[in-house]
């Protein structure tokens, strides 16, 4: 709070004695004092209350007003008690220092202004007092909003609204959500509808995983009261964040031992499902396990908890392999809409994930006691979005009908041979010529080797096709009028990292 908030407080009743050139200085607390030199009780910003009991002339006044400004206070409030107002040659002092004085009224005790103050300076430990007593989240933020007399929510960056204290604007939470994602944190926003967005400092990992509070109301006046709010805020909802992770983590290890042992044969999936009863998921209820990397295990585990989150089913996430596995439970029809919320909330965090890639497998719906192949598909889907080029991908069971699965399925080291074998020639005369044979082999592979409308998409003559796709021929030894050759090519194809 600032000198300013204290004199425009009907309550107090202060009167300003001096030059209001200073009312915009930090308060940041009270000492009350009638010690003529107490500046080694003093740190600085404080407003100091005196009753004046060391005055007896202006000398007096020279002397403590000197040790007042020499320990950097905000500024004097004088009582009227003993002398009935504040002595001319105090205020003269004042003036001259620049210190800001205020005479303070009778009716008003030392006492009830310093509660006043602390009042106004202490939202943290109310705050943290709160969380410490096993407050959750919902009664924090109600806290905070009555202090900064706006409304106030928690949202991760995956788009989940964590808490709130009312409904949130679908344009203000996506607003919300591209300001955190650039990074500006703290941020004020445009002047129509003012937010203010602050950090959750919990060190997850990656940005996407994170949380940030978020602030909306009446705040032209972002003053340093609420901005000490708000930080506050951010400092107990990493409290309440630590809370939950903890929790997640108890349900996580139970799990992920669970898993371990399925996928080694050591478990049957009577006793995994046993385990998900445990963790809060019914075993008798229809699932779809996800598998998601994003970098090592823990970075992957802690942003899949958040989307798992950001969906609204009952899920439970442990770390799997180099990444993690989520697991959920719901309605058929529910877990059928799985695909395009994950779709969605991916597309979401693309821009927090730094200079890491996500690549993400779903399996289909299916029973607890099949968890073992739903999983097997849900890694499988995974390798087939790894084999994308975006930066977060993901790939669905039903997707691994298709070839792409037994390309997924295959080494590193067996596609580069295979697509080097078949396509290193085509490559190297392209370089060497400046031709675009690999270019036309798409093409034509990609329109069922239909001559007219391969020329036609690639601008040239049908001629100049059929010489390219000879040249073509020639370079590998292959017939392209044959079926399988064809297939060959085309899979190559997908391979080609400049295809």
């Known amino acids: ?35 003529i030199d107490p500046r080694r009780y003093l740190t600085g910003g404080e407003l100091v209350l005196s009753g004046l009991v060391w005055h007896s002339g202006p000398e007096d006044s020279e002397r403590f007003v000197e040790a007042l400004v020499d320990a950097g206070v905000a500024g004097l409030a004088a009582g009227t008690a003993r002398l009935g107002h504040a002595p001319a040659d105090l205020v003269k002092s004042c003036r001259a220092h620049g210190l800001p004085v205020f005479e303070v009224p ?78 500006r944190l703290p941020r004020t926003a445009r002047a129509g509808e003012p937010h203010v967005l602050w950090p959750v400092e919990s060190g997850a990992e990656p940005v996407a995983a994170q949380w940030f509070a978020l602030v909306s109301g009446d705040l032209v006046e972002w003053d340093e009261h609420r901005e000490a709010v708000a930080t506050d805020l951010g400092t107990v909802v990493a409290l309440v964040r630590a809370r939950v992770d903890e929790a997640r983590r108890i349900a996580g290890r139970s799990v992920e031992a669970a898993l371990r042992r399925l996928l080694e044969g050591s478990s049957s999936p009577t006793e995994v499902a046993a385990r ?37 089913m009952a899920s439970v996430t442990a770390p799997l392999g180099d ?30 994930l730094g200079e890491r890639r996500l690549t993400m497998g779903v399996s289909d719906t299916t029973a607890a006691t099949a968890l073992r192949g739903a999983l097997d598909e849900a890694a499988y889907a995974r390798k087939l979005a790894d084999q994308r080029r975006g930066r977060a991908e993901v790939a669905v069971a039903a997707e691994l009908a298709s070839h792409e699965v037994l390309l997924a399925s295959t080494s590193d080291e067996l596609r580069r041979s295979y697509r080097e074998r078949l396509l290193a020639d085509v490559i190297a005369y392209d370089a060497a010529h400046g031709s675009e044979l690999l270019r036309t082999l798409r093409v034509f592979l990609d329109n069922n080797g239909s001559w007219s409308r391969c020329s036609q998409l690639l601008h040239v003559h049908v001629n100049t096709l059929r010489y390219r796709v000879q040249r073509v021929e020639e370079l590998t030894g292959r017939d392209l009028a044959d079926f399988s050759t064809r297939v060959d090519f085309y899979l190559a194809l997908r391979l080609d990292s400049d295809a």
Do not use: K
Request: charged share 25%; glycine share 8%; aromatic share 4%.
């Open 1 to 35: 709070m600032r000198l300013r908030d204290l004199l425009a407080d009907d309550e107090l009743g202060l009167v300003l004695l001096n030059d209001a050139d200073a009312l915009d200085r930090p308060v940041r607390g009270v000492y009350i004092t009638d010690l």
């Open 276 to 312: 998900l009863e445990t963790a809060g998921l019914p075993a008798d209820e229809p699932l779809r396990a996800v598998v998601m990397g994003v970098g090592d295990s823990t970075r992957s585990t802690t942003l899949l908890r958040e989307i798992a989150a950001a969906t609204g």
């Open 106 to 183: 009778i009716s008003v005790s030392f006492n009830a202004l310093a509660e006043r103050i602390q009042w106004r300076a202490a939202p943290r430990r109310e705050l943290i007092s709160a969380v410490a007593a096993g407050a959750d989240l919902d009664r924090v933020l109600r806290m905070a909003a009555d202090d900064l007399d706006a409304d106030c929510w928690v949202l991760s960056a995956t788009g989940w609204v964590v808490g709130g204290t009312a409904e949130l604007a679908e344009q203000t939470r996506a607003d919300a959500l591209a300001e955190f994602a650039r990074g």
């Open 323 to 352: 990444g993690a596995a989520a697991l959920f439970v719901d309605t058929h029809e529910h877990l059928a809409d799985l695909e395009q919320q994950l779709r969605g909330i991916v597309s979401d965090v693309e821009a927090g």
